[in-house]
């Protein structure tokens, strides 16, 4: 009877740690990468459970540098994309120079130098060296892009929100989601190839090809179902690092950075046009 009982408790015990083990089953890479775009929730919920691993961000951001780069060298090679980048980078400069000349800072012949110059410096920029200083500043650009702004979304996420997590589970939060900016820069390269035209992302302005420096082409810069649903993925993932119950003010927090920084740098671009030259 004893022995009968005590196989009673082994079996209850063995129920019990099976749903236990489940639990504790940590999901691959490629797992991972699935379920950010099928259920971003549970998929940074489990990952929340285990320490944060470098992969798990390391992989989408090295992979988003890697397409980046293609893209831009294919877009490129595109003989009217390249007229088009040459182009609108020539009126920007006219621009600025004709205010200089206005302001009585330069002489019109000093300007027509200069950009003489800068133009045949483009040339030699979209050519063979030119290409290695891109790949070079894509590289460590994005990386550094990424490490700021996950600091600062970790910084406000732990002392702001009273997150309990890592700035290691920030850049988790930050990184996977670039799967979905991955799939966003290949659908700007096929509609760029399908246009003829450089795209600078997938927004609404981008492909309408709407003055960003105006109020409406700021806000149809903001329309961009890709960069959107990006962010909506990075607030539920710092939610879930972050072991918070509620996602809404992980949402305030993305989206209030996206749109507040935004909008800063639209003014003072507008209060020094200079810096106009600098904006896509």
Do not use: C
């Not at 089953?25 to 489990?46: I, W």
């Amino acid at each position: 009877m004893d022995e009968f009982e005590n196989q009673n408790v082994e079996d209850q015990n063995e129920d019990m740690k099976a749903p236990q083990e489940e639990e504790a089953y940590e999901l691959s890479h490629s797992d991972k990468l699935v379920g950010v775009f099928t259920n971003p929730a549970e998929t940074f919920e489990r990952t929340a459970a285990f320490p944060p691993k470098t992969s798990d961000w390391l992989i989408p951001i090295f992979g988003l540098i890697i397409i980046v780069i293609i893209s831009n060298f294919l877009m490129l090679r595109n003989p009217e994309i390249k007229q088009e980048v040459k182009e609108k980078q020539i009126a920007k400069m006219e621009k600025r120079f004709d205010k200089m000349v206005e302001s009585g800072k330069l002489t019109q012949e000093q300007a027509d130098e200069q950009l003489s110059k800068i133009e045949d410096g483009m040339d030699k920029q979209m050519g063979g060296v030119g290409q290695i200083f891109q790949v070079v500043g894509t590289f460590f650009g994005v990386f550094i892009f990424f490490f700021i702004i996950a600091g600062v979304f970790f910084l406000i996420a732990k002392f702001a929100l009273q997150g309990d997590g890592t700035y290691q589970s920030a850049l988790v939060a930050s990184g996977l989601p670039a799967y979905i900016s991955i799939l966003a820069t290949i659908v700007k390269l096929i509609l760029a190839l399908t246009m003829a035209k450089f795209l600078a992302d997938t927004s609404v302005a981008s492909i309408m090809g709407a003055d960003t420096s105006t109020f409406s082409g700021f806000i149809l810069g903001k329309l961009d179902v890709f960069a959107i649903w990006g962010y909506a993925v990075t607030s539920i993932g710092f939610a879930k690092m972050f072991k918070s119950e509620t996602t809404g003010k992980y949402y305030a927090m993305i989206f209030g950075l996206w749109i507040g920084f935004g909008l800063l740098f639209f003014f003072i671009a507008k209060a020094i046009p200079m810096l106009g030259m600098f904006s896509g």
